[in-house]
């Protein structure tokens, strides 16, 4: 089993529509969540972090955590073709010296 | 936020040089850095934990010996790859912590031939 595992996808949705993203861990004393977007060639950018069980609430982004089940998901909500990107979830195991694992990424295309 | 400045961005070497990456903290000190490595269409692989001061701490499956560390400063951490190879190219990040967020460089897009 993957420690951080995503749908590759790709996911495709409207302009306008709302994006739905999903990402399950399997280190369940994970202590801190993120969200990463990449477009191609650049590196990881920071969209969204998460410590505790619920809502996160970012302008179009919203991250939940829910801790219990071992998920995280991101929704964007009027999406952009300028989100056109691939989305890493990322999470920092415990004890393991502040490391990142990643997911494999969800490529996500917004059509105009 | 804090920003990691990486150089160089492109660099392509001939088969069987080393290539030195450099990875920089400029407005915070970083006691830790991480190195990844990043194939086509593929996800971020942690290559190795970097220790200003100590010996790096590799990932299973990395080789310590054709991918050197060294975190000599409070600001700068350099991954060396040795004797390259065409199975080295890739997109090499470094990053850095503080607090609980990361901060990336970059990247280096390493192509040998």
């Known amino acids: 089993q993957k420690e951080v595992e995503q749908n590759s996808g790709p996911l495709s949705v409207p302009e306008g529509a709302i994006a739905s993203l999903n990402c399950t861990y399997s280190?369940?004393?994970?202590?801190?969540f993120f969200w990463y977007r990449q477009y191609s060639g650049k590196s990881p950018e920071l969209i969204m972090s998460?410590?505790?069980?619920g809502d996160k609430e970012d302008g179009r982004f919203t991250a939940q955590l829910n801790k219990a089940s071992q998920y995280v998901s991101l929704l964007i909500r009027d999406s952009q073709p300028s989100d056109s990107a691939t989305y890493l979830c990322?999470?920092?195991?415990?004890?393991?010296?502040?490391?990142?694992?990643f997911g494999q990424g969800t490529e996500l295309s917004v059509k105009p | 936020g804090a920003v990691v400045s990486q150089h160089p961005s492109r660099v392509i070497c001939k088969s069987g040089t080393s290539v030195k990456i450099e990875c920089r903290s400029l407005?915070?000190?970083?006691?830790?850095m991480f190195w990844y490595r990043q194939f086509p269409k593929q996800s971020l692989m942690l290559m190795a934990t970097?220790?200003?001061?100590?010996?790096?701490?590799?990932e299973q499956g990395v080789e310590k010996d054709k991918f050197l560390i060294n975190h000599a400063s409070l600001t700068l951490s350099t991954l060396t790859v040795t004797s390259a190879h065409p199975e080295d190219s890739s997109f090499y990040i470094c990053?850095?912590?503080?607090?609980?967020?990361?901060?990336f460089g970059q990247g280096t897009r390493l192509t040998v031939v």
């Open positions: 990053s850095a912590r503080v607090s609980t967020e990361a901060f």
């Open positions: 998460i410590y505790s069980n």
């Open positions: 970097s220790n200003e001061g100590s010996k790096a701490t590799y």
């Open positions: 407005d915070f000190q970083a006691t830790t």
């Open positions: 990322a999470v920092t195991p415990y004890n393991q010296g502040g490391k990142l694992i």
């Open positions: 280190d369940r004393g994970s202590q801190s």
